[in-house]
């Protein structure tokens, strides 16, 4: 067996298309993530009753499981479900009409949530007590302090641990294609099945996703430069 270089280069071109793919995965599960997340980590934070049990149980069962059986959950119990739901309350909508890629959207914005509560939470509490106490002798309500004052702290805090769970999410989309969606790894299978140069379409796919966490890693790079220069005045 002798490895063709030439094709490695055939297949980059055609895993193009698949980016993204990828890419929205990656970004709306980070997206919605963080939100699921932020929400979680507060009501752990503030305790609100009874949520909280329900946030602490979420966390503890989502990253005590692995993402494939997220989506797996998901991708045969959300049809259940809206099936039921359309036939006890008469709609329309069939589980049948749900795009493949949303069963993908939902399990790992699912999945991030949890992470990022963790991620969220550990910036949150980073966040000096004086500040947030000294917001409110001021007239601040918490909402306020917490939009003013402790968020974007905690978000500088917690930026390399986001960059993380953005790359571990964007490695994590790889699973999609248990569900027929077609994205960097299932487009690679399928050049390599077509041509049996698996190989050269897997080291494609691998470049691929190298050049992408680069990308996110230099990114995160920028945004912490643009965050130290606004911390020591450099910028007004």
Known sequence: M???LSFIGTALLQLIAAIPTTLSITAVS????????TIVA?????????LHYVAASY??????????IHLLLIYFGLP?????????????????????????YISFSITAGAYLSEVVR???????????????????????ALSRIVFPQAFAIVLPNLSNSTISMLH??????????????AKSQIIASSNWKFLESYIAAAIIYWSLTILIERLTTMVEKR??????????
């Open 59 to 68: 966390v503890t069962f989502v990253r005590g499981t692995p993402m494939l």
């Open 227 to 236: 965050l130290q220069l606004h911390k020591e005045g450099g910028v007004t």
């Open 30 to 37: 980070i997206l919605c993530g963080l939100f699921i997340g």
């Open 172 to 185: 994590g989309s790889t699973l999609v294609f248990t569900v027929s969606v077609v994205d960097i790894n």
């Open 80 to 104: 259940i479900l809206v099936d039921s739901l359309s036939a006890q309350f008469g709609w329309s909508f069939r589980s049948i009409s749900i795009p493949m890629i949303a069963f993908a």
């Open 2 to 4: 002798k490895l063709d």
């Open 122 to 144: 550990s910036g949150l509490l980073a966040v000096n007590k004086g500040q947030i106490e000294a917001a409110y002798a001021i007239g601040m309500t918490t909402p306020q």
């Open 42 to 50: 507060l009501i752990r934070l503030y305790k609100v009753p009874v």
